[in-house]
């Protein structure tokens, strides 16, 4: 709890300095490194992640947006589980500082592979091979402020804002195909409180937005949850990864051989 | 600052399918949409406290493809306690450059000598992807009518044709591909159907031919290429060749050392006739015949071993199949050909995917 303890007077000390920063870019970055220290101090956390986002929907078409509910719990620095309900129906992952297994539960099948010794890695890694993309991975991620300075042209701290009886800071980082605004809480935890990502791409914008909620820090969570057995009846699938082409192709043109 | 450029989820947004888009997986149109590593690698310290000692992402070297991998059987196990409050960070740690002269001064020891440079390369590594189309010696040929070594390449035997049918509905799309379909996706267990006793599927070795199998010579359709060596130059003949099928009651095999391997039917092969179980269906204005995983097209000598066709509709299929997880829709694919779960009219059955690549 040090770590917590020691943010919680830093950011009270902060508060006074935050408002006589010459540039909102400093307000700004200093909210986010404070947010990406105490990420980064958490040994185990879970949360909720209310999530929708933009998919061009080919049979309406028009853009759609989409919901999930993701509850995700996390043990560092090997252990990881996300359970995720919605528009992209019911799936669980698992990963326990080995092996990586994905759940379908509408279909009681899943998919297993190896996995790298870290929970960064393997977001990395899984999301390299299979395009699964955990929830908020960005934040999580260990270089968030660098690669949120690296894509933005400016990042600039806004204003104060409530967001469900929370104050938080609100945060605008402008790219030039990728806006993010992010809500921190301005509290001793300083945690994300809310994020959206505005990605412009061939004349159209989507969204991904993402709320965070039943933030927990440093729970105690059994070791058994992050293992995976495969329920009764379920089948093992092989994963195809993205790379791996398509040995179904068709013949160009349609002619017979 | 230069971005480690990880897949980018947002570029696909525009174009995914809402069939396809699931929550967890096959995730082209979620959440982790920046490019990553703006502060080189992300191995090391970091600021906080914890013990973080990330080894770099660049050396990990896991076989994918399910299943058995690689890694060693060492004591595999979870820790057995709780590790809230004592363990390590779930992320090593903030690893991000402080800003200049902004920050109070938290975590001002940052070992920020070890962030240049590597990038966390995630393309290297090793897979196993079991793609048995590109692992086959097809020009492994002496020419010396001695030591003879030609592996026949049957992927092409399960190729898909296309029909040149607009599809109506968009394809699922996933890993730069898309799938088409003329029925939408309905998941249900692959269980293969039993045709009966006479029916092998491919792989079966048989120890003893019937008696009553036909011999089918059949042309490779691709040529096989040898070379030639001499002092001077080097020189490519290109030559086809012919094998010797045997047919028997719908199943196909090749000489196999002792025995005889079941096969996939050869494209190009006629017989005389096929079993009377096989299921009968018009797909591109042509009556198809599909039998054990072969197509066939009746023609004034037999049947003609066909190769399948884009939109084809079968009832069930054989033992042999391989379930697939392709983003978030489960296939079952037999040798190059995807098979997609449908129900029509109410009736379970499988349509032969049309595979393109998205542009």
Same mark, same amino acid.
């Given at each position: 709890?040090?770590?917590?303890?020691?943010?919680?007077?830093?950011?009270?000390?902060?508060?006074?300095?935050?408002?006589?920063?010459?540039?909102?870019?400093?307000?700004?970055?200093?909210?986010?490194?404070?947010?990406?220290?105490?990420?980064?101090?958490? =040994?185990?956390?879970?949360?909720?992640?209310?999530?929708?986002?933009?998919?061009?929907?080919?049979?309406?078409?028009?853009?759609?947006?989409?919901?999930?509910?993701? &509850?995700?719990?996390?043990?560092?620095?090997?252990?990881?589980?996300?359970?995720?309900?919605?528009?992209?129906? =019911?799936?669980?992952?698992?990963?326990?500082?080995?092996?990586?297994?994905?759940?379908?539960?509408?279909?009681?099948?899943?998919?297993?592979?190896?996995?790298?010794?870290?929970?960064?890695?393997?977001?990395?890694?899984?999301?390299?091979?299979?395009?699964?993309?955990?929830?908020?991975?960005?934040?999580? %991620?260990?270089?968030?402020?660098?690669?949120?300075?690296?894509?933005?042209?400016?990042?600039?701290?806004?204003?104060?804002?409530?967001?469900?009886?929370?104050?938080?800071?609100?945060?605008?980082?402008?790219?030039?195909?990728?806006?993010?605004?992010?809500?921190?809480?301005?509290?001793?935890?300083?945690?994300?409180?809310?994020?959206?990502?505005?990605?412009?791409?061939?004349?159209?914008?989507?969204?991904?937005?993402?709320?965070?909620?039943?933030?927990?820090?440093?729970?105690?969570?059994?070791?058994?949850?992050?293992?995976?057995?495969?329920?009764?009846?379920?089948?093992?699938?092989?994963?195809?990864?993205?790379?791996?082409?398509?040995?179904?192709?068709?013949?160009?043109?349609?002619?017979?051989? | 600052?230069?971005?480690?450029?990880?897949?980018?989820?947002?570029?696909?947004?525009?174009?995914?399918?809402?069939?396809?888009?699931?929550?967890?997986?096959?995730?082209?149109?979620?959440?982790?949409?920046?490019?990553?590593?703006?502060?080189? %690698?992300?191995?090391?310290?970091?600021?906080?406290?914890?013990?973080?000692?990330?080894?770099?992402?660049?050396?990990?070297?896991?076989?994918?493809?399910?299943?058995?991998?690689?890694?060693?059987?060492?004591?595999?196990?979870?820790?057995?306690?709780?590790?809230?409050?004592?363990?390590?960070?779930?992320?090593?740690?903030?690893?991000?450059?402080?800003?200049?002269?902004?920050?109070?001064?938290?975590?001002?020891?940052?070992?920020?000598?070890?962030?240049?440079?590597?990038?966390?390369?995630?393309?290297?590594?090793?897979?196993?992807?079991?793609?048995?189309?590109?692992?086959?010696?097809?020009?492994?040929?002496?020419?010396?009518?001695?030591?003879?070594?030609?592996?026949?390449?049957?992927?092409?035997?399960?190729?898909?044709?296309?029909?040149?049918?607009?599809?109506?509905?968009?394809?699922?799309?996933?890993?730069?591909?898309?799938? /088409?379909? =003329? =029925?939408?996706? /309905?998941?249900?267990?692959?269980?293969?159907?039993?045709?009966?006793?006479?029916?092998?599927?491919?792989?079966?070795?048989?120890?003893?031919?019937?008696?009553?199998?036909?011999?089918?010579?059949?042309?490779?359709?691709?040529?096989?290429?040898?070379?030639?060596?001499?002092?001077?130059?080097?020189?490519?003949?290109?030559?086809?060749?012919?094998?010797?099928? /045997?047919?028997?009651?719908?199943?196909?095999?090749?000489?196999?050392?002792?025995?005889?391997?079941?096969?996939?039917?050869?494209?190009?092969?006629?017989?005389?006739?096929?079993?009377?179980?096989?299921?009968?269906?018009?797909?591109?204005?042509?009556?198809?015949?599909?039998?054990?995983?072969?197509?066939?097209?009746?023609?004034?000598?037999?049947?003609?071993?066909?190769?399948?066709?884009?939109?084809?509709?079968?009832?069930?299929?054989?033992?042999?199949?391989?379930?697939?997880?392709?983003? &978030?829709?489960?296939?079952?694919?037999?040798?190059?050909?995807?098979?997609?779960?449908?129900?029509?009219?109410?009736?379970?059955?499988?349509?032969?995917?049309?595979?393109?690549?998205?542009?």
């Amino acid at each position: 709890m040090k770590p917590i303890l020691c943010a919680a007077l830093l950011l009270g000390a902060a508060a006074p300095t935050l408002a006589q920063s010459t540039g909102d870019d400093a307000k700004a970055l200093t909210v986010l490194n404070r947010m990406a220290d105490n990420i980064g101090a958490l =040994h185990s956390c879970s949360f909720r992640l209310a999530s929708s986002h933009d998919v061009w929907d080919g049979e309406a078409g028009m853009l759609v947006k989409l919901h999930n509910s993701h &509850d995700v719990f996390l043990v560092g620095p090997d252990r990881m589980l996300v359970n995720s309900t919605g528009d992209g129906g =019911h799936k669980g992952f698992w990963y326990d500082g080995r092996d990586a297994y994905a759940y379908w539960y509408g279909e009681n099948n899943y998919g297993h592979v190896a996995a790298p010794p870290t929970i960064t890695e393997t977001i990395d890694q899984i999301h390299e091979d299979y395009g699964v993309d955990f929830p908020a991975a960005d934040l999580l %991620s260990p270089t968030f402020v660098d690669d949120l300075k690296a894509q933005s042209q400016s990042i600039a701290f806004a204003k104060t804002v409530r967001i469900d009886d929370q104050e938080c800071f609100h945060i605008i980082a402008r790219g030039n195909d990728q806006d993010m605004e992010l809500w921190v809480s301005n509290d001793a935890m300083t945690l994300p409180v809310k994020y959206l990502f505005r990605t412009r791409e061939k004349g159209q914008t989507t969204e991904y937005e993402g709320t965070f909620s039943q933030w927990k820090m440093n729970p105690d969570l059994p070791a058994t949850i992050f293992s995976f057995t495969p329920p009764p009846g379920s089948r093992e699938v092989r994963l195809v990864a993205r790379n791996e082409k398509p040995a179904g192709k068709a013949n160009s043109g349609g002619k017979k051989k | 600052m230069n971005a480690l450029i990880r897949g980018r989820a947002a570029s696909a947004v525009a174009i995914a399918i809402i069939a396809g888009q699931l929550v967890l997986v096959s995730g082209d149109a979620f959440a982790q949409r920046m490019s990553r590593g703006g502060g080189g %690698s992300r191995g090391g310290g970091g600021r906080s406290s914890s013990s973080a000692s990330r080894p770099s992402t660049g050396t990990s070297n896991h076989s994918y493809g399910g299943g058995g991998s690689s890694r060693p059987s060492t004591s595999h196990q979870p820790s057995t306690s709780n590790r809230g409050g004592s363990g390590a960070s779930i992320n090593g740690g903030n690893q991000s450059l402080p800003s200049q002269g902004s920050r109070p001064g938290s975590g001002g020891s940052a070992t920020q000598g070890n962030r240049g440079g590597n990038s966390a390369s995630t393309s290297d590594r090793n897979r196993n992807n079991n793609n048995n189309s590109g692992n086959r010696n097809s020009g492994n040929r002496n020419s010396g009518n001695t030591n003879v070594n030609i592996n026949v390449d049957n992927s092409r035997n399960t190729y898909v044709r296309n029909t040149n049918v607009a599809y109506a509905r968009p394809p699922y799309a996933y890993g730069g591909h898309a799938y /088409y379909c =003329h =029925h939408p996706y /309905y998941y249900r267990p692959y269980v293969p159907y039993a045709y009966g006793p006479a029916y092998h599927p491919w792989g079966f070795f048989l120890a003893t031919m019937a008696a009553t199998a036909i011999i089918v010579s059949v042309a490779t359709p691709a040529p096989v290429a040898t070379s030639t060596s001499s002092t001077v130059t080097n020189t490519t003949t290109t030559v086809t060749e012919s094998r010797d099928y /045997y047919y028997d009651s719908g199943t196909w095999y090749l000489k196999d050392g002792s025995g005889y391997t079941a096969v996939a039917a050869p494209v190009g092969a006629t017989v005389k006739s096929i079993p009377s179980e096989a299921e009968t269906f018009v797909v591109n204005n042509t009556t198809t015949y599909f039998y054990g995983g072969g197509f066939y097209e009746k023609v004034s000598d037999g049947y003609k071993v066909v190769p399948p066709t884009a939109g084809a509709v079968v009832s069930n299929l054989p033992d042999g199949g391989e379930e697939v997880k392709v983003g &978030d829709q489960t296939y079952v694919k037999f040798g190059e050909t995807y098979y997609q779960p449908i129900q029509k009219d109410g009736k379970n059955m499988y349509e032969v995917v049309q595979v393109k690549e998205q542009k």
